[in-house]
Structure formats: C-alpha cells, structure tokens
C-alpha cells in the first residue's frame, strides 16, 4: 500500500448561523459606488439643469395661473384648452365667499385676502413663466403655498411638498439660461 500524504483541507467560509445575512465585499460596493457614480453624471449630462428649471416654471406657473383663473371675472386665458375671455378681471363673489366661509385666513379680512391671492397667483405665475424676477416670484409663490398648507388644506401636505420642493430648486439655483433673467444678464449658468 502506497503512503500518501494526507489532503489539505479546503478554506471554509467562516461560520455563520441562519439568520445572518451574507456580508458583500469591499470589492462589490466600490463597484456598485462607482456604477452608481457613473449612471448619475451620465443622467446629469443628459438632463441638464436648465431643462428641469424649464418645467418646474411651467409647471408651477400653470398650477397657480389656474386656480388665479377660479378667483376672477373678466379675463380667462388658458393656451392649453383654449378658452380665452379678453377684458378686465375683477375678483368674482365666489372667490370673497370661499375666503369668507373655508379659507377663514386669520388677520386678513375675506375681501383683501381674496385679492392678494388673485393678484399673486396671476402676476407670480406670469414673471415664473417668462423667467424675470424668478428667485423673486419663486420665494413669493412659495410663501402662498405655506399659507395655504398652514391654514387652507394642512391635509394635502404631499402636493404642497413638491410645490415646495420645486420652488426651493428655483429659488436655490435659478431659472435656467431659458429665461429673461438669463438673457438680461440677472442670472449666471449654473454650475
């Protein structure tokens, strides 16, 4: 019979009990750290800040227009369905009653309160739209929209958010180079 050295035996994975999960390599996170790393400035690249700034103005500027529109008599202007009314807006009875009877702001009577919204979310809209005044009209619309969920709708805290959240990136990095703040020379591209 032939004497043979004994096998070495195989390295074992060190011992864990069932309910441990597997630990992944450092290898395996810098990888996924720099995928990840990679995919985002390939997305920043390819969506550029100027475009978001675009639709976030759009966007907002639309929303606020719109219900500035519920408030007034006399002008309706909507590109989007069409309908246009051309004269002078004056605030409609709907508009002092539902200040009156849901809004019931506290400070403010119904009528002035009535006003200034109309008057805000017709001229705030319109400045956030053509990008003039941008950081201005941003930080004004989003001052409405703390009132409103303060005291108007404290439930609808999810669509105030992303109004908030894009005011704050208007406010924070400006209009985008699509804008008059851009072309007067207000605003310097982001870097």
């Known amino acids: 019979m032939l004497d043979h050295p004994a096998p070495h035996p195989l ?10 999960p597997p630990q992944p390599s450092t290898a395996a996170l810098a990888r996924l750290a720099g995928a990840w790393r990679h995919t ?21 500027a639309a ?3 719109r219900s500035g529109q519920t408030k007034v008599e006399g002008l309706a202007i909507d590109f989007i369905e069409g309908h246009f009314t051309l004269g002078w807006p ?23 309160a ?21 950081r201005f009209a941003a930080l004004g619309l989003l001052g409405m929209t703390a009132v409103i969920q ?4 404290p439930g609808a805290y999810p669509t105030h958010g992303v109004w908030a959240a894009a005011l704050l990136l208007l406010i924070a990095r400006g ?4 804008s008059l703040d851009a072309v007067l020379g207000w605003e310097r591209p982001p870097r």
């Open 11 to 20: 390295p074992t994975a060190p011992h864990r009990t069932a309910s441990e």
């Open 114 to 134: 009535a006003t200034l919204a109309a008057t805000g979310e017709h001229l705030l809209p319109l400045l956030l739209l053509a990008g003039l005044g941008t």
């Open 63 to 65: 929303t606020f227009w």
């Open 175 to 178: 209009p985008g180079r699509c």
């Open 90 to 112: 004056r605030l409609s009875e709907n508009a002092v009653a539902l200040f009156r009877d849901e809004y019931q702001l506290p400070l403010l009577p119904p009528e002035l």
């Open 40 to 60: 985002r400035e390939a997305l920043q690249q390819r969506i550029p800040l100027d475009a978001i700034a675009a639709l976030a103005r759009f966007a907002l």
């Open 150 to 153: 303060l005291f108007v709708y």
